[in-house]
């Protein structure tokens, strides 16, 4: 008798993110999606590699609770320039603001993934560092962005996925899919960890 195959684990998207779940779609598993509710704010001395670390776990382990038995999966993504954090604008003037301080600039995002066991409460991180090189940019250019874009959502100001690729003058990451908000690459490695092979449909 051949040994019954280990059941496919159940995974779990701590974010309620539209971009993250079409990424993390792109891996053809079937996951559920669910807000994790934690307080983001940054510690003091708190590095933005340690913060999007720590959030990224702490986002995963909100759901333990809610689902005690699955693989759940946690990212976060910190945005630097100059050794400023630019949060997710919230509305127009802050987007504006934001876009003017990094025309011309390099803008670090750093993206953390963490994939939590939450039977065994085992925890796997990775992080992806990707240098945005802005162009130099005029107001009525940033105007003509926020108001077609509206990007108030997203770290910076800035969607890649959209129109904020225009913004650009070029991009040093691993994975592109790290500056829409889910390092896919390093997803892939931490998932087959816990025993999920991609290619082999999961499980």
């Not at 990224?56 to 382990?61: F, I």
């Not at 802050?94 to 993206?111: H, S, Y």
């Not at 108030?152 to 890649?160: E, L, Q, T």
Request: net charge negative; aromatic share 6%; hydrophobic share 40%.
């Amino acid at each position: 008798m051949h040994p019954t195959p280990p059941a496919p684990r159940s995974l779990v998207l701590a974010s309620s993110s539209r971009y993250r779940q079409e990424l993390l779609a792109k891996l053809g598993l079937p996951f559920t999606a669910a807000a994790p509710s934690i307080d983001e704010a940054a510690r003091p001395g708190e590095t933005p590699t340690r913060l999007s670390r720590r959030l990224a776990e702490e986002k995963a382990r909100a759901l333990a609770e809610r689902f005690p038995a699955h693989l759940i999966i946690g990212s976060d993504q910190v945005a630097m320039l100059g050794g400023v954090q630019f949060g997710k604008p919230g509305g127009p003037a802050r987007a504006r603001e934001q876009l003017r301080a990094a025309a011309g600039q390099t803008v670090e995002f750093f993206t953390s993934v963490c994939v939590l066991d939450s039977a065994t409460g085992e925890a796997l991180t990775d992080l992806d560092l990707t240098l945005a090189h802005f162009r130099p940019l005029t107001d009525a250019q940033i105007e003509g962005y926020v108001e077609k874009e509206r990007p108030f959502d997203c770290a910076g100001g800035f969607k890649s996925e959209g129109l904020g690729i225009a913004l650009l003058e070029r991009l040093e990451t691993a994975d592109p899919n790290a500056l829409v908000g889910l390092p896919l690459i390093r997803l892939v490695g931490l998932l087959e960890k816990f025993g999920v092979e991609i290619l082999a449909g999961g499980g």
